[in-house]
């Protein structure tokens, strides 16, 4: 009979663990990205740049975002180009018409090319740190994000003015919660007064990776003049996120949920380097 319980018990948790791990497919959504960029040449090999972006989103109806970045590059070797920045992330609500909580975003990036006639390919690795501001719920997601990005990309540089690319792009989230225990905070079972199972759940860490984002990118750049130029480019993001909703003490995790979808980006870039 202590077996049938203890088992009965065992089945209960199970299935509501696997409740609790849902997936989401969501609708696709198609945005625009708009951006100008300062880049001053300081030495040979040595740039300072800046830029604005503007982001629209719900398929071009709602501003979502502006982006100012600030940065540094130098060309530490003929194939090696090594870069920091900072950028100041500016989300907006379009229910409460008003800027949310501000994030804050540092960046080391490591770009390597090879040149092979008239074509160049690359490999871009990126880590970045982005730190969440205001109230948050820290059982959700932590409060500075750690993320690695790797580009691999294809330009022809045989026209004057015209450069066709193409490029793939992996984003890995590092430090994502790792949930040992999931299931509803109010469901627990005992056998003769014995605790199968605390009425609640816990994070052990958070060294949790995966690949959340997978990019593509098609587009080409338009040299205007030797210092100016436009960059048109088509993004398609594959998104996979892992979400958690928990209550603010942390007592109950209301779902575990893997979130799929594509989102579409219409960029248009411009570049003054002086």
Not at 4 to 28: P, S, Y
Not at 114 to 125: I, M, P, R, T
Request: aromatic share 12%.
């Amino acid at each position: 009979m202590k077996k049938r319980t203890l088992l009965t018990a065992m089945l209960v948790l199970t299935m509501a663990a696997v409740q609790a791990q849902t997936t989401e497919v969501l609708d696709n959504e198609y945005g625009a990205r708009l951006s100008l960029q300062a880049d001053k040449k300081l030495a040979k090999g040595l740039h300072i740049f800046a830029e604005e972006e503007i982001r629209l989103d719900d398929n071009f109806s709602s501003f979502n975002r502006l982006h100012t970045t600030v940065g540094i590059t130098y060309k530490a070797l003929p194939w090696l180009k090594v870069g920091m920045g900072y950028a100041l992330i500016n989300p907006y609500s379009s229910a409460n018409k008003a800027f949310k909580s501000a994030r804050h975003r540092l960046m080391l990036d490591a770009t390597a090319q090879y040149q092979w006639g008239h074509w160049q390919f690359g490999l871009k690795e990126r880590l970045q740190a982005t730190y969440r501001s205001g109230d948050m719920n820290t059982y959700q997601a932590p409060r500075t994000a750690m993320a690695l990005k790797s580009r691999i990309s294809v330009k022809y540089q045989g026209w004057r003015r015209i450069v066709p690319f193409a490029a793939f792009e992996l984003r890995n989230t590092l430090n994502a919660p790792v949930v040992d225990a999931f299931y509803d905070g109010s469901l627990y079972t005992t056998v003769d007064g014995y605790e199968i199972a605390e009425a609640g759940w816990f994070i052990s860490g958070w060294n949790g990776t995966y690949v959340n984002r997978r990019r593509v990118a098609l587009g080409t750049t338009y040299k205007i003049t030797r210092g100016n130029s436009l960059r048109f480019q088509l993004l398609a993001d594959c998104i996979s996120d892992k979400e958690i909703d928990a209550n603010a003490a942390g007592t109950k995790l209301k779902s575990y949920t893997l979130r799929k979808g594509f989102v579409g980006w219409a960029c248009v870039d411009y570049t003054f380097s002086f």
